[in-house]
């Protein structure tokens, strides 16, 4: 079992930043990929950025050049800095890590999620 807890989320001007951390704990193998994701109500859940363990990133397309992922794995921590940011990164973003004890099985986890509400 790994439990998700984010924080940095808030309130912030057109064209701001804001970081975004993710502190993960407990069973966390060694073989995983965190990950950001964001929802606005009625809508999916859509992938922002995430990063394995020996530091592979993608990125949406939308967030490229402005958003960037990295990661602390001696903190099992993830961050998400967040530049230039638009009224159409208002959303929830959640933290997400997918844990892979062998190559055959993996486990998701979430976490609650943390508003980010960016104003024209």
Known sequence: QVQLV??????????GSLRLSCVASGT???????AWYRQNPGKERELV?????VGNTNYADS?????TISRDNAKNTVYLRMNSLKPEDTAVYFCNIRVR?????????WGQGTQVTVSS
């Open 6 to 15: 984010e924080s940095g989320g808030g309130l912030v001007q057109s064209g």
């Open 28 to 34: 966390i193998f060694s073989d995983n990929t965190m």
């Open 63 to 67: 967030v490229k050049g402005r958003f």
């Open 101 to 109: 004890p062998t190559p055959m099985r993996e486990y998701e986890y």
């Open 49 to 53: 950025a995430e990063m394995t363990a």
